[in-house]
Structure formats: structure tokens, C-alpha cells
């Protein structure tokens, strides 16, 4: 009687075996670059930059193509009609996303709006963040910080500008400036500068440090199961470590809000929120909020800034042309606003071509297919991670006319507009936090190129290289010459 049964099941297990062969034959893939290798897949085949090497794929395969990476198939978009088809007919087949260690560690388990899968925790999370962190009555509410941290910054390079041009390196400058401005949202507190020596100030920024080497390192063991096994390189415990301390920071900075309540902070919004609801507005979701404002947005912020002047300076034309309209249209007699920026076309113009030869997430956030889907008549199976090379995208010569020479120019035309840039996403799951990146970004190269006369530090043009990381850095920090402008003069005359 056992052996009926053994064979039964084992008929039954044959059976399944066969019809699942039967329709992954039948499946049609996206191609890809070469047969995977065992266990390891097409891992490789990656070099960095990987926007660039899957550029190259794409233009030898076609503008969708798949890879393995280890046991995870993964497909890479290159194309703005295959990015739309995504997003559109199968925007919520494709708005989950892989898990992986890091969103684990510092997702906290996958329920952060960054990490979090598709559903009602998500939708909670996304309207939330919408309305009461990103809108615009709240941003309006910080727009001191935001002017407050930019003086700041204006101030430290006119000390030794004043009178003559100075070399200074920007890189390090407008990260602080970033994560000042963070900082003082979430929490009212600043931790880089000269003058924040705190042990407090220190803690934070030997954890960022931390952050951020662990999150430029890759990780194989999220695609090979063994390596994860045997803690390749300590990955895990290093971030289970990280993970630890930073929770116990962002723990302490919500306990110290809990017991004086009178500031007006992003923690203390989010605390009223808790005790009108408890059980939605954890302690636990609230630390989740604030790693995403941290991770999200301050690098990109600062690599985007970096980059707009970088590129200004290798075409000093377009820079000055930039400066003469600030000039006509705010004058020499104040400092560049907020409210100035939606007037200055040609500015605005520069921003949007910034934005698409350097996109701060070259191939954006990934997706995850929660059911079989189809995209350009390929299948694309359950639980495929699928990658969207957004700097390819905004490179593609059928749609942007001589793609790789910065042109601002294109956007004044009416050609096209900010709309057709997919720097912050597609779909449901773009950033909601579009609108405070472009308010940093915009007035800061504002005050840059109002405040002071700029230069490159010899005749040599300013090197674009790309860098490796998840927010495509410089490879080598901008060094720049410059001289300080009599509205920068004034204004620190008038408020000495």
C-alpha cells in the first residue's frame, strides 16, 4: 500500500516537472549577452559604471534584455517606450521590489516606503509621505532652513574670496549642505561645520560614513544563497551592526522630541500624528521615515549640484548666460529666492539638462514583478527584478537630438520639457520627494552663480568621469577658482 503511494506521488512529481519544463520552453525571454554560468549566472559580466555596461548590451541586444544574476533573472530597460509600458499597463505588476540585505537592515525588514512591498502598508506610507511630509505647505514650512543653510554656505567661501579668486573644493561642501538641510527638518539640528564638534555631531557622521561604505559595497550573497550562508566578507554582520547603532540614534533623537515637544520639526509632526494614531504611526515607521529622508535625500541632492557646475564650467558661455539672466531678473540688490526660480527659464532649462546627463540614480530604484507580465512581447516571469537604465534613456539618440552634448537650449525650445525626464522614477512608485530635491538644487546653483565669479582651476576642462556608487558621484571631486560678486558684498555689508 506504501508503494502505491510512493509511486503515486512520485508520477504526480514527474508529472509537474514536465509541464513546467514544457512552459518554460515556451517562454520568450528578453536575449541576453551570453549563456549564464552555473551558480554565478552573468554576475561576471558587470563592470562599473553598470548603466554603461548595460548601454553596451542594450545597443548589441536591443533596448530590453535579460541577465542572471546568480539564481535571480534580472531584466534591464533601455528604452523610453519600453520604460512606459512598464510603468503604465503594468505599473502595479511591477511596483513591488527585491528584497535584499540592505533594505532588510536598514529598510527596517522591508517596511520603509523605499522598501516596502505593494500593498496597504505602502499605499498608507506613500500618502502620508505626500501629504504630510513632501507637499507643498510643508516644504514652504522649511523653506528658512533651506535659505538659512545656503547663506551658511555662501558665507564660509566668501571669506577667503572677497577680494580675489580662492581655490576651493565643492564635493564635501554641498554634502554638509545637504544633510544640514535634512537634519534640521527632520530634527532641528545640525551636525557638519566647523563649529559642530559635538560627540553627538561625531556619532552621526562616523555612522553616515559607515552608511555609505557599506552601501557602495555590492553584495553577491543577495544572489547567491550559499555566500549569504557563510557571511561572505562579514557583509551581514557589518550591516546588522550598523543597523544597531542607527536605530539607537534615530531612537534617541525621537525619545528627546517626545519630552520637549515645542519645536517645529519633522519628528515632532510625526509624534502629534502618533498619539492621535498609536497603532499606525510607530515609533518603528517614524525611524523608517527618517532613514529614507537620509539615504534619499542628501547625496543625490549634492551629487546633482556638483555635477550642474561641473558642466557649467566647461562651458563658461552658458554660464554666463545663466548669470545675466539671474542679473536681470533679481538684480544686484538681493540674494536669489525660491520664488525667483520659476522666472529664470534658461536657468530652469539648465536644471532639466542636468538632470538628464547626469540622472543621480543612473539606473533607477528596482522593481519586482509580483505575477507573470509581458513587456515589448517578451515574458517577463513572477518575482523578476527589473532594472531601468535611466541614464541610457535619457541618452537614446531617437529621441534626444545629439544626446551627449549638453544642451539647455533643448528644454527653452518647447521641444521638450521636464516631464520627459525620468530622473525621479516612473509610476506609483517615483520619489515623492522630487519637489524638495529640485528646491535644494535649484536655489543653491542659483545662489552659486548670482554670489560669485567662477573659474576652473587651470585651462584644463573639468573631468566628467563618473564614479562608482549608487548616485553616480564624480570620480574626481570638483576643485573650482572663485571670486566673490558685489551682491555678495552687499548683502554681508548690510547684515554685518
Request: glycine share 6%; net charge neutral.
Amino acid at each position: 500500500m506504501e508503494s502505491i503511494w510512493l509511486y503515486t506521488a512520485l508520477s504526480l512529481f514527474l508529472v509537474l516537472l514536465y509541464f513546467k519544463f514544457l512552459s518554460a520552453k515556451k517562454s520568450k525571454l528578453p536575449p541576453s549577452p551570453a549563456p549564464a554560468l552555473p551558480i554565478i549566472g552573468h554576475l561576471h559580466l558587470l563592470k562599473q559604471p553598470l548603466h554603461r555596461t548595460f548601454h553596451r548590451f542594450s545597443q548589441k541586444l536591443g533596448p530590453l534584455f535579460s541577465l542572471r544574476f546568480g539564481n535571480r533573472l534580472v531584466v534591464v530597460v533601455s528604452s523610453p517606450t519600453a520604460a512606459e509600458e512598464c510603468f503604465t499597463k503594468n505599473d502595479i505588476v511591477l511596483a513591488n521590489r527585491p528584497r535584499s540585505l540592505k533594505s532588510k537592515y536598514l529598510g527596517y525588514n522591508n517596511t520603509s516606503l523605499v522598501t516596502a512591498p505593494y500593498g496597504e502598508h505602502w499605499r498608507n506610507l506613500r500618502r502620508f509621505s505626500t501629504v504630510e511630509i513632501f507637499s507643498s505647505s510643508r516644504l514652504n514650512m522649511f523653506l528658512s532652513i533651506r535659505q538659512d543653510e545656503i547663506k551658511l554656505l555662501l558665507q564660509k567661501l566668501y571669506r577667503n574670496s572677497r577680494s580675489d579668486f580662492s581655490k576651493v573644493e565643492l564635493k564635501s561642501l554641498f554634502s554638509e549642505l545637504s544633510f544640514n538641510i535634512i537634519m534640521r527638518m527632520v530634527a532641528g539640528k545640525r551636525y557638519f561645520g566647523e563649529d559642530e564638534d559635538s560627540e553627538e555631531a561625531k556619532h552621526f557622521r562616523e555612522l553616515i560614513d559607515q552608511a555609505f561604505e557599506l552601501g557602495f559595497a555590492s553584495n553577491p550573497g543577495d544572489f547567491i544563497p550559499f555566500l549569504r550562508w557563510i557571511d561572505y566578507k562579514g557583509y551581514e554582520k557589518n550591516l546588522a551592526s550598523l543597523s544597531k547603532k542607527m536605530d539607537a540614534f534615530l531612537q534617541g533623537l525621537i525619545d528627546e522630541h517626545r519630552h520637549n515637544k515645542n519645536e517645529n520639526t519633522m519628528i515632532d509632526h510625526l509624534l502629534s500624528l502618533q498619539a492621535s494614531q498609536p497603532e499606525y504611526y510607530t515609533d518603528t515607521i517614524i525611524k523608517g521615515v527618517m532613514m529614507v529622508m537620509l539615504n534619499a535625500g542628501t547625496d543625490t541632492s549634492a551629487v546633482t549640484i556638483e555635477w550642474a557646475l561641473s558642466v557649467l564650467l566647461n562651458h563658461p558661455e552658458k554660464l554666463e548666460r545663466a548669470k545675466a539672466e539671474i542679473d536681470s531678473i533679481v538684480g544686484n540688490d538681493r540674494l536669489i529666492e525660491e520664488s525667483d526660480l520659476s522666472k529664470l527659464h534658461y536657468f530652469q532649462a539648465i536644471i532639466s539638462e542636468t538632470f538628464r546627463l547626469f540622472p543621480a540614480a543612473p539606473l533607477l530604484v528596482p522593481h519586482e514583478s509580483s505575477d507573470d507580465c509581458k513587456i515589448g512581447g517578451y515574458d517577463i516571469p513572477r518575482s523578476t527584478i527589473l532594472l531601468v537604465n535611466a541614464w541610457a534613456i535619457h541618452r537614446d539618440p531617437l529621441v534626444w537630438d545629439d544626446p551627449t552634448s549638453f544642451k539647455p537650449e533643448r528644454f527653452e525650445v518647447g521641444e521638450f520639457g521636464p516631464s520627459q525626464l525620468i530622473t525621479f522614477g516612473m509610476g506609483r512608485r517615483s520619489c515623492p520627494g522630487s519637489g524638495l530635491a529640485q528646491r535644494v538644487v535649484g536655489l543653491t546653483l542659483g545662489s552659486l552663480i548670482q554670489s560669485f565669479e567662477w573659474q576652473r582651476i587651470d585651462e584644463k576642462k573639468i573631468d566628467l568621469t563618473e564614479g562608482k556608487g549608487l548616485s553616480m558621484p564624480k570620480a574626481v571631486p570638483l576643485e573650482a577658482r572663485c571670486r566673490a560678486r558685489n551682491v555678495l558684498h552687499n548683502h554681508f555689508s548690510s547684515n554685518a
